[in-house]
Structures are given as C-alpha cells and as structure tokens.
C-alpha cells in the first residue's frame, strides 16, 4: 500500500500536468510491450511496435521491466517538456544518480555489460542511451502521439472541471478505483509498502494512456512530487486506421456538426452535453448524436463522470475546423 500524506497547504498546490509526457509514455509503453497481459485495448498499437523494434530497442526495454523497479532517471520530466528537453535531462543525469537507480535496477537480475558502463557514467552509452530512446519514440510513439495527446488532455479537462466544480479533494477521492481517500492520507494499491510525506510540496498528478491497472510513482520523492495514474479508455476506438477514418469524415458535412465542433473547442475545459445543446438550441438526444458521430470520426474525445459526458477536441479536430469552418 502506498500512502501519500497531504496537508491544507498540499491540497492548495495539487496540480494537473499540462500535457501527456513522451518519456513517462514512452517507459510505460515498453512495460505494455513486454507483458502479455495487456488490456486488448493496446493491440493494435502492440502489433505495429513490435514490428518496428530494433535490437538496440530491445535492449533499452530490458531498462523498464513490467514488473519491479525502472531507474527513475529514465522519466525526469511531469508533463511540462516535450520530448528533445526531456531526453536532455535524462543526458544530464549526475553519475551518482545513475549509479544508484542502476544498481537498484541490477539487483533484480544480471546487468549487461552496457548497463554497466551506463552505471559508471560513461559518456557514450549515456548518448547511445539517449539516442535509442528518442529512436525509439520516433518508431513506436510519434504516429500515435495526437491520440494519447489527445486521450490525456481529455482527462486533465475532465479533472480540472471536477476541481472548479467540487474542489480538490473530490478529484483524489474518484481519480481511479485503486485509490481511497480519506482524509488527508491517500491510500493506493501498490506493490510495495510506503509512505510519501509531500510536506507543503503538492502533488502533480500525471494522467497516462500506457500506465496499467495501478498508479505509479518515483522511488525518490526529493524534488516535485508526481503520480502518474492510468486513465479509462475514452468513449472512441483506440486506434483509427488512416482508410476508415476517412470513411467517417464524411458524415461531419453539415452545418451542426460543425457548430458542436467549434462550441466544443471554443472552451478549453470542453462542454458537457447539456452544454452543447443549450448553446445550439438542439435536444439533448440530437447533441449526444451528433457528438458521438463526431467522436467515431477521432474528432472528439468524451469521458463520463457521474450524469455528465464531457467532450473535448482531439488534435485532428482542431485540425479539420481550422480548415472546415461552420459550413
């Protein structure tokens, strides 16, 4: 179990991370990889990866097992940096920091001889490690990044609404259902015993689309304290083929599809259904219709809390009304 020990002043300073983190997807990523118990959801991005991996990629895998410890210096970003800052940083790592995250990591197995240079900083196999991981994303990730983009930002509206709604604490006691608050602990499931005192630090909390079943954190909570959790599959298909999305495009030329897209992008925190059809006038039945068409097409995410769906733009929606307008 792990505890995570908030005070007033932690529950003031809770924080939503600005976007999807490519480092943290992209370790948590191979974790979904290398176990075969997966969510079927992952299948078809599963399928193309592999497909894609080269020995040098399957050697940094064995860096973020699925189980048991993965060097927290791997993910030293919270969402805040994009993927060139972030594997700057994890360049940057000090030696001794490298030494410590990799002897956790070698006490679970028989280091190769690369992790072991790594180990002793040296310089190269830090660059070659670097260098794999950003190949790495450019080979897996980037085709995919707008729909975990676009996943992740959906999560954040749907919190960050919660928090203007109902306040900060309500958003810890319904995050996920591996979670338990009570006040002002904040119990989750984990594998190993621990506590978090944050101190006055607050707590960032990261929302990812290949984090599974529990939430994770660091080993070493010195700095900003973060939690990545996962999130539920959003109400669209995981992945669209490029053929069969073009194929629902089709159904978004009309005037009030185009009006619920804009009236969805107009608010960064997305509109509600109800929103959306007291804003165009149109029954709640037509709205929720005509978002779902919009959402089977990748042009809307929407994520249920309670009573209330909440719709939110993806990359590609933003995209196709820059150009389509309210025609």
Same mark, same amino acid.
């Given at each position: 179990?792990?505890?995570?020990?908030?005070?007033?002043?932690?529950?003031?300073?809770?924080?939503?991370?600005?976007?999807?983190?490519?480092?943290?997807?992209?370790?948590?990523?191979?974790?979904?990889?290398?176990?075969?118990?997966?969510?079927?959801?992952?299948?078809?991005? #599963?399928?193309?990866?592999?497909?894609?991996?080269?020995?040098?990629?399957?050697?940094? *895998?064995?860096?973020?097992?699925?189980?048991?410890?993965?060097?927290?210096?791997?993910?030293?970003?919270?969402? $805040?940096?994009?993927?060139?800052?972030?594997?700057?940083?994890?360049?940057?790592?000090?030696?001794?920091?490298?030494?410590?995250?990799?002897?956790?990591?070698?006490?679970?197995?028989?280091?190769?001889?690369?992790?072991?240079?790594?180990?002793?900083?040296?310089?190269?196999?830090?660059?070659?490690?670097?260098?794999?991981?950003?190949?790495?994303?450019?080979?897996?990730?980037?085709?995919?990044?707008?729909?975990?983009?676009?996943?992740?930002?959906?999560?954040?509206?749907?919190?960050?609404?919660?928090?203007?709604?109902?306040?900060?604490?309500?958003?810890?006691?319904?995050?996920?259902?591996? *979670?338990?608050? $009570?006040?002002?602990?904040?119990?989750?499931?984990?594998?190993?015993?621990?506590?978090?005192?944050?101190?006055?630090?607050?707590?960032?909390?990261?929302?990812?689309?290949?984090?599974? #079943?529990?939430?994770?954190?660091?080993?070493?909570?010195?700095?900003?304290?973060?939690?990545?959790?996962?999130?539920?599959?959003?109400?669209?298909?995981?992945?669209?083929?490029?053929?069969?999305?073009?194929?629902?495009?089709?159904?978004?030329?009309?005037?009030?599809?185009?009006?619920?897209?804009?009236?969805?992008?107009?608010?960064?925190?997305?509109?509600?259904?109800?929103?959306?059809?007291? $804003?165009?006038?149109?029954?709640?039945?037509?709205?929720?219709?005509?978002?779902?068409?919009?959402?089977?097409?990748?042009?809307?995410?929407?994520?249920?809390?309670?009573? $209330?769906?909440?719709?939110?733009?993806?990359?590609?929606?933003?995209?196709?009304?820059?150009?389509?307008?309210?025609?």
């Amino acid at each position: 179990m792990l505890r995570i020990h908030f005070t007033a002043s932690d529950l003031g300073r809770l924080r939503l991370a600005a976007n999807a983190d490519p480092l943290w997807e992209a370790m948590l990523s191979q974790h979904v990889l290398t176990d075969g118990g997966s969510h079927p959801r992952f299948d078809a991005w #599963r399928d193309t990866a592999r497909a894609r991996l080269t020995p040098q990629m399957r050697a940094l *895998m064995t860096l973020a097992p699925p189980r048991g410890y993965t060097p927290d210096f791997l993910t030293p970003t919270h969402g $805040q940096a994009g993927l060139e800052a972030g594997l700057n940083l994890v360049g940057a790592t000090p030696a001794h920091l490298l030494r410590a995250d990799l002897d956790l990591l070698t006490g679970q197995g028989t280091p190769a001889a690369w992790t072991r240079r790594l180990a002793d900083g040296d310089g190269h196999a830090l660059r070659t490690l670097t260098a794999t991981m950003r190949r790495y994303f450019e080979a897996t990730l980037a085709a995919f990044w707008d729909l975990i983009r676009s996943e992740v930002a959906a999560e954040r509206a749907l919190r960050a609404r919660i928090i203007a709604d109902r306040g900060s604490e309500w958003v810890l006691a319904t995050l996920h259902p591996t *979670m338990r608050w $009570q006040p002002p602990v904040l119990h989750i499931v984990y594998p190993h015993d621990r506590d978090i005192h944050l101190n006055g630090r607050g707590l960032t909390l990261l929302p990812s689309f290949f984090c599974r #079943r529990a939430p994770i954190t660091l080993r070493v909570c010195e700095g900003e304290p973060i939690l990545v959790y996962p999130i539920e599959p959003a109400l669209r298909p995981a992945v669209h083929t490029g053929p069969a999305l073009r194929r629902e495009l089709v159904a978004l030329l009309g005037h009030t599809r185009a009006s619920v897209l804009q009236a969805v992008a107009s608010s960064p925190y997305g509109r509600t259904t109800g929103e959306l059809a007291g $804003q165009l006038r149109i029954s709640l039945s037509s709205a929720s219709g005509h978002a779902a068409t919009l959402r089977k097409a990748g042009l809307l995410t929407s994520r249920t809390s309670g009573r $209330q769906t909440l719709h939110t733009i993806t990359a590609l929606g933003e995209s196709l009304l820059g150009g389509m307008g309210t025609s």
